[in-house]
């Protein structure tokens, strides 16, 4: 198996002066790596400058809280590197979009509106972790005039606008309001961090790539009782990486269109909330960072320098019954965790939090986490008195848990399909709209089994509703597997069985590897809820 996957060095070597006369600028080039080499215009030079590490504040997105909130989706002249600006296609002009933050319970209508070049096509937005009904899950929809053919999913021919889904796509030029009631199971639903991202049959990674990603938080009644950091000390994190030209533009990985197995794309640049490197502020005192991994393909396995303890909080889908101290996690595309750290312990230091290498996992090969530093915390040397604190226990499993059934009623296989035209499959087929794999009654408690039987790690998000682990393996999972998710990292081989209860909303949901090409290319599947 290949992968992009070297090991790259997170900092270009090249930094200097935008501006130097032409007869040293020719000079200069002819010593450039050619990936450095950019065209002369007129005397100016331009060659990319890479931000020196720990040099840029590390940017916290614009929250929004509003109950009705309209979100252009637009081009936008994003900074990222020194130098140049970066044209991207965002929610809102920034990149990640806008952070919503909203409370459990209270229906939130967002309207998205298509302001982007009809080159993007029509668009969907998922909010990824929700529970909503499935005309507002953000479905990928099926071809279209603008997409009249799939490369890797077979689609049912003469499909309605409703059989595809492709009623509830925004065409270019218009809008779309999602509804959000934020409940579950007749409930406020459970706080957690979660994000939304495009969600476009075929081109998922291409629109997310180019910027189409922002974090959302949810807060409920039982996290906001607990004394657990917040306000300015409750951090979302956003990982994800890119590659950008000579002229600091965003590179083009998908024209390549690298095929299964191989068709993971990776960055050269792990981005911070948009920044290379970035460093923050904090004060000697506790803070709760949620961190999200959206990356297209790469693994991260987090840690602090120094050795400072890291203690899990939350997964996926929110507070986890306990609180797990860990010294590294690892953190697969479309998982989120939330950590609480203690700066008191670092007074005055520079703490790094980085990524290495995979230290476990039955087949470590399967993904290659990213090693490098990730940003850079400046610990304020003042001595801060801190009244937080993370309690020993947190929310309790739902009670549907202990009565989840315990041999699986549905197996989920993935394998790679061969021939001239090799793509990834669920239980023998690419993704179609129309095609329904399995199915759940409302208020029903499912236990499913997700098969790896390939030879690369895949992510496994199910939509609808958060899913308990009942084991890996037939082992019993780790303490923070244990526990709701929503995306489940599997090696290749693993077998993990899980639990759900499907609630409030019929319809269909789709199944995918969040490895967003294995998505695009027909890694993707569907269930339906029954009345
Ligand atoms: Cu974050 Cu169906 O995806
Ligand atoms: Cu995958």
Known sequence: MRQQLQPQPPIDAISRRSLLSAAAAGALALTLPPAARAPASGTRLRVRRSARPYSTPLPIPEVLTGADLTIPMREAEVAILPGRRTRMWTYGG?????????P????????FEHRLPRQAGELTVHLHGGHNRCEEDGQPGGLTAAQPQSLYCDISAGLSATESGNELLIAPGGERTYTYELIEDGAPERAAFQWYHDHRLDRTARNVWRGLAGMWILDDE???????????????LMLADRSFDARNQLTDPFAARRRPPDDGVTGRHVLVNGAVLPYHRVRAQRYRLRVLNASHFRAYELRLSGGLPIVQIA???GLMPRPVRRSRVLL?????????????????R???????RRRQGPNKLGSVSYAGPLMQFRVGSQREPDRSAVPRELRPLPAWVAEAPAEPSHVWRFTVGGGLRPRWLINGRSFDPAFVEASARLGQTVTWELRN????????HLHHTDWYMLSRNGRRPPPWEACLKDTFFLDPGERVLIAGRVSDYTGKYVVHCHMLDHEDHGLMSQFEVLA
């Open 350 to 356: 520079r703490i790094h939090l980085l990524s290495g």
């Open 315 to 317: 997964t996926d889908a």
């Open 104 to 111: 459990a319970g209270a229906t939130t209508r967002v309207r």
């Open 94 to 102: 920034s990149f990640p979009g806008p952070t919503i933050r909203r």
């Open 222 to 236: 039982l996290d906001a009782s607990l004394p657990l950091p917040r306000g300015q000390r409750d951090i979302p």
């Open 332 to 348: 697969g595309p479309g998982e989120r965790v939330e950590l609480v750290v203690d700066f008191a312990a670092a007074r005055g």
């Open 453 to 460: 039987q390939t030879a690369v790690a895949h992510l496994i």
